[in-house]
T-cell receptor, first 114, second 110 residues
Framework: KAGVTQTPRYLIKTRGQQVTLSCSPI?????VSWYQQTPGQGLQFLFE???????NKGNFPGRFSGRQFSNSRSEMNVSTLELGDSALYLC?????????????FGSGTRLTVV | KQEVTQIPAALSVPEGENLVLNCSFT??????LQWFRQDPGKGLTSLLL?????REQTSGRLNASLDKSSGRSTLYIAASQPGDSATYLC?????????FGTGTRLKVLA
C-alpha cells in the first residue's frame, strides 16, 4: 500500500518566484492537511482540504494557498517567495478529517529560497 | 489555546537503557494524541496513536500512555538501540489540526 507521496523532494527557488508543491494521499484517504516545519517555529498547520474544499486554514499570509482535486490529490502554492519560506513542507492524509482517524505524513518537500 | 511541551529537549543514553519521553498539553479537549519519529531531514513516521477514550497503546518495544485529566502523555522505549536515535514528536489532535510539541532529540550510544 503506497504511502503519502510528495513531489518534488527538494526545490531551490529565488526570492520573488512562486512554487507549487504536490501531494498524493494514501488511496482512499480524502482529507489532506499541510504543515510547515522550520527550526525556529517547529511544525505549524497551513491548511486542510476535504472533498475539494478548504475546511480550515492556519495563520499564514495569503501568499500561501492550496487546492484539492477530485481524486483527493492536493497542491499548495506559495507566491512571491521570501527567504523565511525556506522550510520542510509536509503533507498528511487521513480517511476523514479530524476526530479519531489520525494522519499519515509524507516525506516532505524541502524548499530553499535564495 | 493548546500548547504542547516536551521534556527533555535532548537525551543521550547508552544502548540497552529503558527510557521515558514526556509530553504535556494544556487543553484536555483533544481527540487523540499521536507520537511520531523524525529522522534528520525526513518526514514524520507515526509510532503510536492513542484515541481520546484510550489510556495506552503498545507496539513492540514502545508503549505510550495518555492521561487527559492531567494533560500528560509518556512514551516508554524499552531496551533502547542505536537505531532508535531520532527526534520524537508528540502531537495533540484538536478540532481539525495537530498541535505539535518541539520534540525530544534522542541519541542512543552503542
Amino acid at each position: 500500500k503506497a504511502g503519502v507521496t510528495q513531489t518534488p523532494r527538494y526545490l531551490i527557488k529565488t526570492r520573488g518566484q512562486q512554487v507549487t508543491l504536490s501531494c498524493s494521499p494514501i488511496s482512499g484517504h480524502r482529507s489532506v492537511s499541510w504543515y510547515q516545519q522550520t527550526p525556529g517555529q517547529g511544525l505549524q498547520f497551513l491548511f486542510e482540504y476535504f472533498s475539494e474544499t478548504q475546511r480550515n486554514k492556519g495563520n499564514f499570509p495569503g501568499r500561501f494557498s492550496g487546492r484539492q482535486f477530485s481524486n483527493s490529490r492536493s497542491e499548495m502554492n506559495v507566491s512571491t517567495l521570501e527567504l523565511g519560506d525556506s522550510a520542510l513542507y509536509l503533507c498528511a492524509s487521513s480517511l476523514l478529517p479530524g476526530l479519531n482517524y489520525g494522519y499519515t505524513f509524507g516525506s516532505g518537500t524541502r524548499l530553499t529560497v535564495v | 489555546k493548546q500548547e504542547v511541551t516536551q521534556i527533555p529537549a535532548a537525551l543521550s543514553v547508552p544502548e540497552g537503557e529503558n527510557l521515558v519521553l514526556n509530553c504535556s498539553f494544556t487543553d484536555s479537549a483533544i481527540y487523540n494524541l499521536q507520537w511520531f519519529r523524525q529522522d534528520p531531514g525526513k518526514g514524520l513516521t507515526s509510532l503510536l496513536l492513542i484515541q481520546s477514550s484510550q489510556r495506552e497503546q503498545t507496539s513492540g518495544r514502545l508503549n505510550a500512555s495518555l492521561d487527559k485529566s492531567s494533560g500528560r502523555s509518556t512514551l516508554y522505549i524499552a531496551a533502547s538501540q542505536p537505531g532508535d536515535s531520532a527526534t520524537y514528536l508528540c502531537a495533540a489532535l484538536g478540532t481539525y489540526k495537530y498541535i505539535f510539541g518541539t520534540g525530544t532529540r534522542l541519541k542512543v550510544l552503542a
